[in-house]
């Protein structure tokens, strides 16, 4: 699964690597949690992408209230598809989610130890995710998102069996474009991303909190 990252990017690598032009706030962030905001590049009706903040924890058009977000944070790319809570979306609402690093946690016999995952060249993640509009009953409007998984590749598994969809920079544009809808043409970018390109290093469980957010969040131990 995908419980915790880092967002350590600048608009200029923003715009080079997503192609995207539009400004927007970035803040170093060391420990990004779920139901908080988040950064995504989506396609607009004219094949624009653009930045935006949107909700981690995606609420279905049909929920009721807000409180199921919190379990709504991660989608298995095996059954996205065929989902009430994502099926929509997946067909026509999906974005990217920019990373620098995530987190996972280890279980062992003394306990749980959490690990920091980045990429060997320190380019960063580009998670899959759907996203949706959810009305709330005093008639506003929530976006929220959510972060598709897959199984671990051989670095990952010796963590976790779960880790995010990453796409490749030449997926983007399928990934992005609206008009394709096909499951069988998405679910070949479901993948687990090659192991040889990222690395782990255990890190402090202060990170367990989310209110610790800082560079030592991701110092090795």
Same mark, same amino acid.
């Given at each position: =699964?995908?419980?915790?990252?880092?967002?350590?990017? #600048?608009?200029?690598l923003l715009a080079v690597i997503y192609e995207i032009h539009a400004k927007i706030d970035l803040q170093p962030?060391? +420990? *990004?949690?779920?139901?908080?905001? !988040?950064?995504?590049v989506r396609e607009d009706s004219a094949g624009v992408r653009y930045p935006s903040y949107v909700r981690?924890?995606? *609420?279905p058009h049909w929920a009721k209230d807000k409180s199921i977000a919190s379990k709504m944070i991660n989608a298995r790319s095996e059954t996205v598809h065929e989902k009430p809570a994502f099926r929509q979306a997946i067909r026509s609402r999906r974005c990217i989610v920019p990373a620098s690093g995530f987190f996972e946690w280890s279980a062992t016999p003394t306990g749980k130890f959490p690990h920091? !995952? #980045? =990429?060997?060249?320190?380019?960063?993640?580009?998670? $899959?995710?759907i996203w949706e509009t959810w009305k709330a009953s005093d008639g506003s409007d929530a976006?929220?998102?959510? !972060?598709? #998984?897959?199984s671990a +590749?051989?670095?990952m598994a010796t963590i976790h069996d779960r880790m995010p969809v990453i796409l490749h920079q030449g997926e983007f544009r399928l990934w992005l474009d609206p008009t394709v809808n096909d499951p069988r043409e998405l679910q070949r970018l479901y993948q687990p991303y090659p192991a040889e390109l990222m690395?782990?290093?255990?890190?402090?469980? $202060?990170? +367990?909190?989310?209110?610790?957010?800082?560079p030592n969040c991701i110092v090795p131990t």
């Open positions: =699964m995908c419980g915790r990252f880092t967002s350590l990017l #600048t608009p200029e962030r060391y +420990n *990004i949690a779920p139901t908080q905001d !988040i950064l995504v981690w924890g995606l *609420i920091y !995952i #980045t =990429m060997r060249d320190e380019s960063p993640f580009s998670f $899959a995710g976006e929220t998102c959510t !972060i598709l #998984t897959t +590749n051989p670095l690395q782990e290093w255990q890190v402090s469980t $202060a990170v +367990n909190s989310p209110r610790h957010s800082d």
